[in-house]
């Protein structure tokens, strides 16, 4: 999510009379799901159900890798593309007009509500788009970020599902990096489902999927649909010109994350691993646009290669919003991750101070880390590798951002350590979180957002205003001295490393609060004295996972969480509080930290 907007940006004045409409009448119980969430049985047979047709997807793990031997880890990576294909568009003088579009497209943006206005008093299947496959509604996509009402016109770069998959000891495990702005957790638990029901062969102890929160491919959450020119509300009907989340595009995902994961399975080879970790510093990087100016540089690389020499995967992670191209473009892109992944499997030429890069093959993989609060290439200085100011928000600056990336990871993978210990071990808990944002669970209710199971939290109550909880997870996977640890949302950059005490070592000589900060001035003596994230998770190298398995929203540190007195979620509270209105609420936080300790053992 990215901050532009409070959430009564797409909850107008009318939305007390909708949501005190939402239907509660159903009988749920503590622990029952809500009948109409779609994921019951999410069309899958019971796990190891021989007559499931794509039983026979996987018999054996091949290239020697079906074995104990308690010496020898196998590793496989593959990449699936989830690129929207045969998707209609929005006539372009619909558009906001942009002086700054991109590639020379005329009109790029939002819809204009009052040009969506005037198509209505016409016939509105021609004036607002081709119905190219004649069936009387738009079949297109609503990127995610940025305003609503923002529709995909082209493709830029493809969007992936990339999946590495290791396996000792007879248990396999895969870590899946997807370019969407979230999958929810309704969703993993589908794809889990499909792994052990399909391929029980293979022994799947569990999956890590987390998302790169791109801000250019289409809404995969219900955030970023279509607004009514009049309301200014969403549309919801799903018979309408524009629909609403398109659900049957994330079914697709959910189905290409499996094929990646079993494509990943067919190609392990036994492996060898290095790691690394640096600090990258944040000069042509990114920004923090919200106080304290703390910033998470932590750069964090597995190198797997097979024994026979060949690259099979190169994981990074680091954290920053993907929205380089801010809110003018159009274009179905996975941002700066695209360039930096092309760097890494290609190569680059040399450049400035720069050498040639050899490309190192395999398959890349951006992990994303903690982008929260608010972590992001907006207003930043970045210059490319040559030396020349990229600061027009377009692709060249996303390649500037994800080149400079890919030589801070070609530096640091030479000296890279060998992984010798290659021990494997998955953990995980699912949580009960309290929907504390009412207007989250009235959005869910209403079926904008992509549905998931909601429970009561107290049975006795009638109502499910203030009563409602949905399940989330966290997961942690071991390798040795390297571990993976997800977290279910926008991760603020201060929860991972702290920072708020002098000499500030994480704010980079930049003043930790801003002079000209307008409102409230975060209270730093309230801030948490630690241990933070990093000093919880075990390990030596820490892939820590924003976005991992779930997608919750902003974690705010609970210092400095604030909501309006009047409306609280709905309005941001004075100062610079709009991540608030977009988290499911404070307490997460709390969970988040105990749930971390607990998969430490700690």
Not at 188 to 196: A, D, E, G, M, N
Request: hydrophobic letters at 40%; aromatic letters at 10%; one cysteine or more.
């Amino acid at each position: 999510m990215t901050k532009r907007k409070d959430l009564v940006a797409i909850l107008p004045a009318t939305v007390a009379a909708a949501f005190f409409a939402c239907s509660d009448g159903r009988a749920v119980g503590v622990d029952a799901e809500i009948a109409d969430t779609g994921f019951a049985d999410a069309g899958l047979p019971d796990a190891g159900a021989g007559a499931d047709a794509g039983s026979e997807d996987v018999r054996v793990p091949l290239q020697g890798c079906n074995t104990s031997d308690p010496g020898l880890i196998c590793a496989g990576a593959a990449k699936v593309a989830i690129t929207p294909q045969g998707f209609e568009t929005v006539k372009p003088e619909l558009l906001e007009d942009h002086d700054d579009c991109i590639d020379g497209a005329p009109t790029c943006g939002e819809i204009h509500a009052d040009k969506l206005i005037d198509a209505y008093k016409g016939a509105w299947a021609d004036n607002f788009y081709v119905d190219t496959n004649g069936n009387g509604k738009f079949d297109g996509y609503w990127i995610a970020g940025f305003g609503a009402s923002r529709p995909i016109q082209a493709v830029h770069d493809d969007t992936w599902a990339r999946a590495a998959v290791f396996r000792r000891d007879g248990k396999t495990v895969a870590v899946v990096s997807l370019d969407v702005v979230g999958l929810m957790y309704s969703d993993v638990t589908k794809i889990s489902r499909l792994l052990h029901s399909r391929n029980p062969e293979l022994g799947f102890e569990g999956l890590i999927v987390s998302s790169t929160h791109t801000h250019h491919g289409p809404d995969t959450i219900g955030m970023w649909g279509m607004t009514d020119p009049y309301s200014g509300f969403f549309v919801t009907d799903p018979d309408a010109y524009l629909g609403k989340i398109n659900d049957e595009y994330v079914d697709w995902i959910d189905e290409q994350v499996y094929s990646a994961v079993v494509e990943a399975a067919l190609a392990m080879k036994p492996a060898t691993l290095r790691a690394a970790a640096v600090r990258t510093g944040i000069e042509n990087l990114v920004n923090d646009l919200r106080d304290p100016f703390v910033l998470d540089d932590n750069m964090t690389l597995l190198d797997v290669t097979a024994e026979t020499g060949e690259r099979i995967a190169t994981l990074v992670n680091w954290g920053s919003h993907p929205e380089t191209l801010s809110g003018h473009n159009n274009f179905s892109s996975s941002d700066y991750p695209h360039f930096l992944r092309e760097a890494l499997e290609n190569g680059m030429a040399a450049a400035g101070e720069f050498p040639e890069r050899a490309g190192l093959g395999g398959v890349a993989i951006f992990l994303q880390g903690a982008l929260g609060g608010m972590a992001s290439p907006l207003h930043a200085e970045v210059s490319d590798r040559s030396g020349e100011l990229r600061q027009r928000e377009d692709f060249e600056r996303a390649r500037a951002i994800g080149e400079r990336l890919a030589d801070k990871a070609f530096a640091a993978l030479q000296g890279a350590a060998p992984v010798d210990d290659t021990t494997l071990s998955f953990v995980s808990k699912v949580i009960r979180t309290a929907e504390a944002n009412k207007y989250f669970w009235m959005l869910f209710d209403m079926g904008i957002f992509r549905k998931r199971p909601i429970y009561r939290i107290d049975p006795s109550k009638e109502t499910m205003l203030d009563n409602s909880a949905i399940d989330t997870e966290m997961a942690m996977l071991r390798i040795g001295p390297v571990t993976f640890a997800t977290v279910p949302g926008e991760l603020f950059p201060e929860l991972a490393v702290g920072g708020f005490n002098d000499p500030y070592p994480y704010s980079f000589g930049r003043p930790i609060i801003d002079p000209n900060h307008e409102g409230p001035v975060p209270d730093l003596t309230e801030a948490p004295a630690g241990p933070y994230l990093r000093e919880i998770i075990p390990g030596e190298y820490k892939f820590l996972l924003g976005l991992g398995q779930d997608e919750l929203g902003y974690m705010v540190p609970l210092y400095d969480f604030m909501l309006d007195p009047e409306a609280p979620y709905l309005f941001s509270a004075p100062g610079d509080h709009y991540e608030e209105t977009r988290s499911i609420g404070p307490q997460i936080v709390e969970q988040v930290f105990e749930t971390m300790k607990e998969l430490s053992g700690k």
